[in-house]
């Protein structure tokens, strides 16, 4: 207790100390357990935005010279995906409350004839890519404290969505303690820290902690594809991707689109010194998303949807040194417990992001995507009218639509209509090509492919 009591004292936090005489002995015990494992030094020390004075060109591998490099870059991650040396990673810590729903994210209904689940498309795409390469290419999940049980039950009622045993691999994010505005931290109720998910960049820090990280390593995997859940058109089969962090040798590639607007709601993957780093959009003004430079691009031009390819590798030597990703705050409406009762304060969540392991990164490359193939997100209600089921659902209905007509099949749909493809009959363009059988040569009402 005196220890406990020092270091609070220290760091401002002493206050979280006053009534604890009057808990009884187990919520005490637990609570000065939990306090003495907080890192109150780095709570009061968030990240530092850079400044825009700072900020210069990542190197990115363009529409134009993926393009030129294609058979290049296939060949490599073909390799690596034949050696099996891929695993696929999925942050999936998040509810559903954006979008209405009251459960893990992932188990929200969005295939639009299927009703497939989020988590069942993204499970089909590893269990398509499984088959294809003769490998069980590893699937870690990464759950919240909030998510955890109900995403492993939903998993095990689907008998993991027909993957095999053990390739299915959880494991829970940490929790950080919220704040008020002066940097206090609050209570949820007497004896107990109002807190929240460290953010996906605790998938690190839990990767290592749980020993996922580890039973990569000794199954020989080089590469981790790593997506965020609610991208439903995230591909796992990705051989560019990998190919070119084979070929370069690289720690870290990100997959960056054009920014469809400067104020774009994504992270922006920009060089600072002699490394890159993703600069979020919540951290620059109006004014700085609009900069340009002597070139007349955007200094902000390229956006991150989250989708990386991490090297085993580097981030093996990250956890041999300790590092942890640093906390960054937003503002946000909380409910704590104040005076003897919940109120709502005016406070700050803090949360790790998982793009701070790229500036620790020697070798990081930028990879454009192909917008319309790769990125619809669903994270909030079809009220809102932007990245919504409604426009997830219609982005993936065009994708397929294209597919088809690629084979010379014409599609005449309206706008109530859709196709949808499961992964287990063509999880890419390129599988499509191979396996579509001429079946018909005209779509005219909602079209559903299953395997």
């Not at 995997?221 to 070929?247: C, F, K, M, T, W």
């Not at 005076?339 to 790790?352: L, N, P, T, Y």
Request: hydrophobic share 40%; proline share 5%.
């Amino acid at each position: 207790m005196h220890d406990i009591q020092q270091r609070l004292e220290r760091h401002g936090q002493a206050h979280l100390l006053e009534g604890i005489d009057q808990l009884d002995d187990a919520t005490q015990e637990a609570f000065l357990a939990r306090l003495a494992a907080v890192d109150w030094a780095e709570l009061a020390h968030p990240a530092v935005p850079v400044p825009a004075t700072e900020v210069g060109a990542s190197r990115v591998i363009d529409a134009a010279e993926r393009t030129r490099r294609g058979e290049e870059l296939v060949r490599a991650g073909e390799q690596a995906y034949a050696q099996g040396a891929v695993a696929v990673l999925i942050v999936a810590g998040g509810q559903g409350t954006r979008l209405g729903y009251n459960g893990p994210k992932g188990c929200f209904s969005i295939g639009a004839l299927s009703g497939k689940s989020i988590y069942q498309l993204q499970a089909e795409k590893v269990r398509a890519l499984s088959r294809r390469t003769g490998h069980a290419v590893p699937l870690l999940v990464m759950t919240s404290p909030m998510t955890d049980a109900a995403t492993r039950a939903f998993f095990a009622e689907q008998d993991d969505f027909g993957l095999a045993d053990g390739q299915v691999r959880f494991f829970c994010q940490g929790t950080v303690p919220s704040i008020d505005s002066e940097g206090h931290a609050l209570l949820a109720a007497p004896g107990r820290l109002l807190e929240n998910p460290d953010g996906h960049g605790g998938c690190f820090t839990a990767l290592v902690d749980s020993g996922r990280l580890d039973e990569l390593a000794q199954a020989g995997i080089r590469r981790i594809v790593y997506i965020q859940v609610d991208n439903i058109l995230a591909p796992v089969d990705d051989p560019e991707l990998v190919g070119l962090s084979e070929r370069e040798s690289a720690d870290v590639v990100t997959k960056v689109l054009a920014k469809a607007h400067p104020d774009e709601k994504v992270g922006h993957l920009v060089r600072v010194g002699d490394r890159d780093r993703i600069i979020e959009y919540t951290e620059l003004s109006q004014d700085e998303t609009r900069l340009r430079n002597a070139d007349g691009e955007l200094v902000y031009r390229w956006g991150s949807p989250a989708m990386h390819c991490w090297g085993v590798d580097f981030l093996h030597g990250l956890a041999q040194r300790d590092f942890k990703p640093p906390l960054h705050r937003s503002a946000k409406p909380l409910q704590a417990w104040v005076d003897g009762a919940v109120q709502q304060v005016q406070g700050w969540k803090c949360e790790r992001f998982i793009f701070d392991l790229i500036p620790e990164a020697p070798v990081s490359i930028g990879l454009e995507l192909d917008r319309a193939a790769e990125f619809a997100p669903v994270k909030n209600a079809d009220e809102k009218g932007v990245d919504c089921p409604a426009t997830a659902r219609r982005l993936a209905s065009d994708l397929y639509a294209g597919w088809l007509r690629a084979e010379g099949v014409e599609v005449a749909l309206d706008e109530r209509q859709h196709i949808e493809i499961s992964p287990l009959y063509a999880a890419t363009a390129r599988d499509f090509a191979r396996v579509w059988d001429g079946r018909c040569q005209r779509v005219e009402a909602d079209y559903l492919l299953e395997a």
